[in-house]
């Protein structure tokens, strides 16, 4: 094998030595990956086709021993490195060009124990997976809403969905986590053990180490949930969401709605002249008794005049999975978001006149519903600092000609200017794009520079520098 140029840290291309990656290939339980060899691309292919990122080497692990010697060979060539689970961060950090990629995607063990109502979960596991295996005994933690999301990335910038009003966000649930440093030490982080690394891990995304197991509580949830759609022409939109804000405010914890507008998809239950036309979408989910979530939904149905309301009992699984065919991998994807504590009419205006100009057909607006138990917990509590009740607007354009590209990061950036002035300036680290390292200060708040003194403490050198990048305080 010839030498090997990597990039490193300081950007320079470095050379390493045939012996170096035979020594590294020889200490691993997985493989290395080197551009043309198997995995090679499947490692480097993450959810957004706008990224298209060549590692100059690829460490596919299969163990926290395989994390370990990726690290240590990181750390002594001084390489670039990024960190790669579920492949579906907006940003693509999940990947560099030229550096080493620690791929952790292979690891994918789920295993519940419900006595103690505990999982440990490796990182490469998806939501799907966790779910699936939590779900055999009606048991839940708090994730996202695409099956195919990786548990490690949502967990470590934060985490919710359908249950976080309920049960709070995903590292609320989070007990503890075995972390590879940037001094290619295996340390555990728990309330009890590194509890500064801890607080830091909940919220901070990977700027502090490589994390090779989590450990989360589960509540009984399940197997069926009440939940489904209830579908409006957008020209209702006007009239119903203040409506929605004032019903979601006032909305039990077990009860969370979620507003998606775009394009009607062909659903099976829609009436065929509604594909493809603008619509809103209320997205309900009862995280309770079903005679009890009957009640809750009772004003969301009462709202107009719907074409459908399919809100039903559903199982768990299905529900966690129900947006997956809109959110499918392989498509371009730009998106732009805001936190807004209430959305006025002149929000929702905004809101709807970008509807009304969707640049292609799969770009759509998602609001989320939050608050309810994850507001209950101090905003110095975890690294997440905005814990009020709020609504989470994304702006997800999405298209499939890189010729649209232009136009799709526009429209995006359109409505996000436009709603900018009713927003409250903080934002959820993963839902911001590559080119929004300015904004890491302020979605992180008053929690910021308690965070710069861990990444001091931890990684100094800013080793973990492909995400949401926190600076090391000195
Ligand atoms: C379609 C879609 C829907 C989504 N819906 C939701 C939602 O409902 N709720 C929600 O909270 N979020 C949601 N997200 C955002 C999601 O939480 C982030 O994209 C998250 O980063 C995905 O995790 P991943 O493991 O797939 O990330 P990856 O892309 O693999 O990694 C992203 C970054 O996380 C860090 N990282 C990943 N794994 C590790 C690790 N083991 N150790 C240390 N650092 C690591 C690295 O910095 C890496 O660059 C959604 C994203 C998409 C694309």
Redesign the pocket.
Known sequence: MADLAIRALDGSTKVLAPDTVAALRGRLRGAVALPGEDGYDAARS???AMIDRHPGLVVRCLGAADVINAVKVARDEKLLI?????????AG??VCDGGLLID?SLMKSVRVDPASRMARVE?GATLADFDREAQAFALATPL???ST??????T??????WTTRKFAL?IDNLISADVVTADAKLVRASEKENADLFWALRGG??NF????SFEFKLHPLGPEVLSGLIVHPLEKASELLPKFCRIAKEAPDKLTIWVVMRKAPPLPFLPAEWHGKEVLIFAACYSGDMKEGEKAVKPLRALGAPIVDVISPHPFTGWQSAFDPL?TPGAR?YWKSHDFNDLPDAAIKAIIDAVRTLPSPECEVFI?HVGGAMARVAANATAWPNRDAHFIMNAHSRWRDKAQDRAGVAWARQLFEATAPFASGSV?V??MPEDENDRVANAYGSNYRRLAEIKRRYDPDNL?R??QNIRASH
């Open positions: 993450i959810w957004n990024a960190v790669r689970s579920g492949g579906h961060n907006i950090s999940a952790l990182p996202g809403i695409n999301t990786g548990v490690a990335g949502l470590l910038g934060g985490g919710f969905g995903t995304g990977g180490g490589v994390v090779t959110l994807n989320a959820y993963n839902f973990f492909m995400n």
